[in-house]
């Protein structure tokens, strides 16, 4: 059974630098047919996709937050990480890992349980 | 961005009812549409993808159509573990897009 588990810190300072960890368990990413993504939900914006990664020279950002994300991954650790800087109270929220399967269209078949993080002083 | 339009936003229904959500897509998305439910607290699951097909393990009672720009959600006798928000997500064009949801409630 494939699970994946975010971690990181839950509060983070305005204009400082948010980082997670997503940690992929029952499965291997370096199975073929299937990206890594980072989603968020807010109250104000619903559920927005930050990006994905299928391999290191494989990455796709939402041109909406292009210019402060990273998306990166470590396949000898089978995990992956977001990092979003220059954050703002605009950037709370729960943070999603989940990965998308390539099959018959495109669709996010396995989430993590995510994680609230907040962006305050 | 292709925008998501859900409705309605919010339905009550009772255990047992027929109810239908449907999803409007802001340009063509051929079949690429699918639909999650999330419960309080939880993340999403994956209910349909490819607009009508049904995700391994998901009741039969839940059902997917339409193509194009107009599709549709359907439980055919809801059940109590039913009642929670649904949402479409487009997997035709990146950035991927959601609908707001539809919350359904007793």
């Known amino acids: 059974q494939l699970q994946l588990q975010e971690s990181g810190p839950g509060l983070v300072m305005p204009s400082e630098t948010l980082s997670l960890t997503c940690v992929v368990s029952?499965?291997?990413?370096?199975?073929?047919?299937?990206?890594w993504n980072w989603i968020r939900q807010s109250p104000g914006k619903g559920l927005e996709w930050i990006g994905y990664?299928?391999?290191?020279?494989?990455?796709h950002y939402n041109p909406s937050l292009k210019s402060r994300v990273t998306i990166s991954i470590d396949r000898s650790k089978n995990q992956f990480s977001l990092k979003l800087n220059s954050v703002s109270a605009a950037d709370t929220a729960v943070y999603y890992c989940?990965?998308?399967?390539?099959?018959?269209?495109?669709?996010?078949?396995?989430w993590g349980q995510g994680i609230l993080v907040t962006v305050s002083s | 961005d292709i925008q998501m339009t859900q409705s309605p936003s919010s339905l009550s229904a009772s255990v047992g009812d027929r109810v239908t959500i449907t999803c409007r897509s802001s340009q063509t998305i051929s079949n690429y549409l699918n639909w999650y439910q999330q419960k309080l607290g939880k993340a999403p699951g994956l209910l349909i993808y490819a607009a009508s097909s049904l995700q391994s393990g998901v009741p039969s009672r839940f059902s997917g159509g339409g193509s194009g720009t107009n599709f549709s959600l359907t439980i055919s006798s809801l059940q109590p573990e039913d009642f929670a928000t649904y949402y479409c997500?487009?997997?035709?064009?990146?950035?991927?897009?959601f609908g707001r949801g539809t919350r359904l409630e007793i």
């Open positions: 989940a990965r998308e399967r390539d099959t018959s269209g495109y669709s996010f078949d396995h």
């Open positions: 029952g499965g291997s990413m370096s199975s073929g047919g299937y990206s």
């Open positions: 997500h487009q997997s035709y064009s990146t950035p991927w897009t």
């Open positions: 990664i299928y391999h290191s020279a494989s990455i």
